[in-house]
């Protein structure tokens, strides 16, 4: 990559910028399962503690597990989300000052095109 070709390097920026906005959402996706799971987890634990529909140890032991892998699966997702969201505002930064450096002409001053 040479330094005379910012359309390259923006290019290049714009197709990791849409690389790390697709992993943000599929963090997010894996954030609103690990919610889910931890809610599941709670309800189940409170249907095993209060004795309803004949529930066993099993039960309240697999609702235990997921209540606790769903809050790491939340607390590692989270911070994933967080990074990736830093990393796509710096390659954003970056294609700004390119697009910046680059000479642009306005729409008017390009010469008309006759028929």
């Not at 790390?20 to 894996?30: D, K, P, T």
């Not at 987890?41 to 597990?65: H, K, M, Y």
């Amino acid at each position: 990559m040479t330094e005379d070709e910012p359309t390259d390097e923006i290019s290049e920026i714009e197709a990791r910028i849409e690389e790390l906005a697709e992993s943000a959402e599929r963090s997010r996706r894996i954030i609103l399962g690990s919610k889910i799971a931890v809610a599941c987890g709670f309800a189940l634990l409170l249907v095993t503690l209060l004795g309803l529909f004949g529930t066993t140890e099993v039960s309240a032991l697999g609702s235990i597990a997921l209540v606790l892998g769903g809050i790491v699966s939340l607390g590692s997702n989270v911070s994933t989300l967080r990074q990736t969201e830093a990393a796509i505002s710096v390659a954003e930064a970056r294609r700004a000052r390119l697009i910046g450096t680059i000479d642009l002409r306005l729409v008017h001053d390009a010469p008309l095109k006759l028929m």
